[in-house]
């Protein structure tokens, strides 16, 4: 109903120049107006169609500046961060970053693609932003992973995580964290420190920023890539950086 709405007040302002404010027609004048207007709709339902095709096409244009203009305005906090988990080469002159949640299928399932990145091409930079938006147990093991940096495991600590299959709540991230050798009741206490509550604030704004709705949303350099496209997508996009003469924000 919302988007008839609009399209009638574009076919509104594309039909009409109005002389007047609308609060000056009398009733009978916007009865007849409002009835001219039905009819039209009615016998030109095209109208209706191009309109929104065109107001998407001007919302979508609107989003991808945006998009750009905050790619560039937050290069720093997006691919040279000193709290994200970084994998590949941390002198990688390509970055490929990706926000993530541990409980998500298609992360899971994009997970061997981005190992694949990382062990096959050694100038690699692979940026990890926790971004736990499904819900509590998410939350839970994106606090305890970007804790477990205080003792050293956060790589081991991710893949282990990574590699469970089924959902991760506070009981099973808790088992992963003592299986992968970490002091769970340390790993407790650093969780609740301002510093991993300020890192996923962060991702957050980022990914609000960037109009990053899902998981996983990949960028590399100036391309935002969501879902779970696939190794033979990353792979290209990061060959068409380098053909393009490398980074120019990352």
Known sequence: MLKLIRACLIVLAALFVLPVQAAEFSPEQKKELGDFIRQYLMENPEVVRDAMQELERKQQM???????????????????SGDDLVGGNPQGKVTL?????????YCKRAFPDVMKMIDGDKDLKVVMKEFPILGPGSVYAAR??????????YWEY????????GRIDE??????????GLDVKKLKADMEGDEVSQVIARNMQLADALKIQGTPAFIIDETVIPGAVGYDALAAAV???????GCKLC
């Not at 305890?144 to 495991?153: D, I, N």
């Not at 991710?158 to 299959?165: D, I, K, Q, V």
């Not at 009981?171 to 992968?180: K, L, R, S």
Request: hydrophobic content about 40%; some cysteine; proline content about 0%.
């Open 171 to 180: 009981q099973v991230a808790d088992q992963i964290a003592e299986a992968t």
């Open 97 to 105: 970053v990706e926000f993530f949640d541990y409980n998500c299928g």
């Open 144 to 153: 305890a992973a970007l804790a477990s940096r205080k003792q050293g495991k």
């Open 239 to 245: 060959k068409q950086v380098r053909d393009n003469g």
């Open 158 to 165: 991710h893949l282990a995580l990574m590699a469970h299959e």
């Open 62 to 80: 609107a989003e991808d500046q945006a998009r750009t203009d905050s790619l560039k305005s937050m290069s720093s906090e997006i691919f040279r």
